[in-house]
């Protein structure tokens, strides 16, 4: 008997189903779902970044990913010897004097970076880097204030 009246119940729900027809019909309402394009979920990978311990990325050279927000000491033959450096496109460098990611004298490296450290007065001057995500291509330089260690794209 209880079979009996659980098919039922559910041949009376397929009845008061709205057909295909029905639903292509369907007006919208206040809860309709729209989709937009984004372009905002690109995929993200660890921070590539490129030195060479010449200008105009001459020199000994080296590629590497690196942990984002892991200090990355620099022992030689790249100790105080970079010339040239640039991270991947959505990650930004924040490079250190120091060995340990510790000196407060920093500089913020965006892509493409620098060819020629001597335009910002940092050649031969890197002892230690941070890589850090940022959700642009240049975040903070778009904004314009490219010299933050502390970088934060969320707010202009």
């Not at 450096?85 to 620098?114: F, R």
């Not at 335009?119 to 995500?133: C, P, Y």
Request: charged share 20%.
């Amino acid at each position: 008997m209880r079979a009996t009246v659980a098919i039922a119940a559910l041949l009376s729900l397929v009845a008061a189903a709205p057909s295909a027809e029905d639903l292509t019909k369907r007006e919208p309402d206040s809860m309709s779902v729209s989709f937009i394009e984004s372009t905002g979920l690109e995929k993200r990978v660890e921070g590539g970044v490129k030195i060479c311990t010449d200008i105009n990325w001459g020199g000994n050279c080296g590629f590497a990913k690196q942990p984002w927000d892991l200090c990355i000491r620099l022992d030689s033959p790249w100790w105080h010897s970079i010339s040239s450096i640039g991270p991947d496109e959505y990650n930004a460098i924040v490079a250190y004097e120091d060995y340990n990611c510790g000196s407060s004298n920093t500089l913020t490296i965006w892509n493409p970076g620098y060819s020629d450290l001597r335009a910002a007065g940092w050649n031969d001057r890197i002892g230690s880097f941070k890589v850090k995500q940022i959700p642009g291509p240049n975040c903070l330089y778009d904004l314009g204030t490219p010299s933050l260690p502390s970088i934060d794209c969320t707010k202009p």
